[in-house]
T-cell receptor, first 117, second 115 residues
Framework: AQTVTQSQPEMSVQEAETVTLSCTYDTSESDYYLFWYKQPPSRQMILVIRQEAYKQQNATENRFSVNFQKAAKSFSLKISDSQLGDAAMYFCAYRSANQGGSEKLVFGKGTKLTVNP | GAVVSQHPSWVICKSGTSVKIECRSLDFQATTMFWYRQFPKQSLMLMATSNEGSKATYEQGVEKDKFLINHASLTLSTLTVTSAHPEDSSFYIC???????????FGPGTRLTVT
């Protein structure tokens, strides 16, 4: 079974600075998707960024980028120019891409990000 | 596009009663819907996966007779918590995905309090 590990229960960053959230995963599959979700105090899950495992290029969405290291099974999220609105719980998630594979998302335990003004 | 709604957003019920939570995909057909439970300061725990027109697949440890899931149409899934007890109090989140899509779209969640 696949597992996702987020080793940082809490992180803090100064406004306008950069922060990196860590995520590692374990799988025997070769094809899969990885996601970072943000859950603000409203508790609405918001997709921040996604990465297809077959793509070598790291995904980027505005201030958010990932460092995807497939061999190391690592998928970290970098938030640049942090804003107060970035404060939230961040969840890393894995999904199989295999034909007939599970559609389930496997979530890490989350990292609570605080942004200090 | 890809909006998912949940109703109600919060509900309080008495112990022993049943409560139904609806999950709707508003602008797409959801071939698969997922139900999660989230305790305070914890991650999402998948309860079950449902495909339209077929029985839900429950995760290990989830009581299927207690948490009844129905996915009667391509836009609606319901979760009924039967004979609710205070320990069922939690935040319940649904998500939905389109056919041949790997992305899940999440509803805003429902806070259930059982007194």
């Amino acid at each position: 079974a696949q597992t996702v590990t987020q080793s940082q229960p809490e992180m803090s960053v100064q406004e306008a600075e950069t922060v990196t959230l860590s995520c590692t995963y374990d799988t025997s599959e070769s094809d899969y998707y990885l996601f970072w979700y943000k859950q603000p105090p409203s508790r609405q899950m918001i997709l921040v960024i996604r990465q297809e495992a077959y793509k070598q290029q790291n995904a980027t969405e505005n201030r958010f980028s990932v460092n995807f290291q497939k061999a190391a099974k690592s998928f970290s999220l970098k938030i640049s120019d942090s804003q107060l609105g970035d404060a939230a719980m961040y969840f890393c998630a894995y999904r199989s891409a295999n034909q007939g594979g599970s559609e389930k998302l496997v979530f890490g335990k989350g990292t609570k990000l605080t942004v200090n003004p | 596009g890809a909006v998912v709604s949940q109703h109600p957003s919060w509900v309080i019920c008495k112990s022993g009663t049943s409560v139904k939570i609806e999950c709707r995909s508003l602008d797409f057909q959801a071939t698969t819907m997922f139900w999660y439970r989230q305790f305070p300061k914890q991650s999402l725990m998948l309860m079950a996966t449902s495909n339209e027109g077929s029985k839900a697949t429950y995760e290990q440890g989830v009581e299927k007779d207690k948490f009844l899931i129905n996915h009667a149409s391509l836009t609606l899934s319901t979760l009924t918590v039967t004979s609710a007890h205070p320990e069922d109090s939690s935040f319940y989140i649904c998500s939905a995905s389109r056919q041949a899509s790997y992305e899940q779209y999440f509803g805003p969640g429902t806070r259930l309090t059982v007194t």
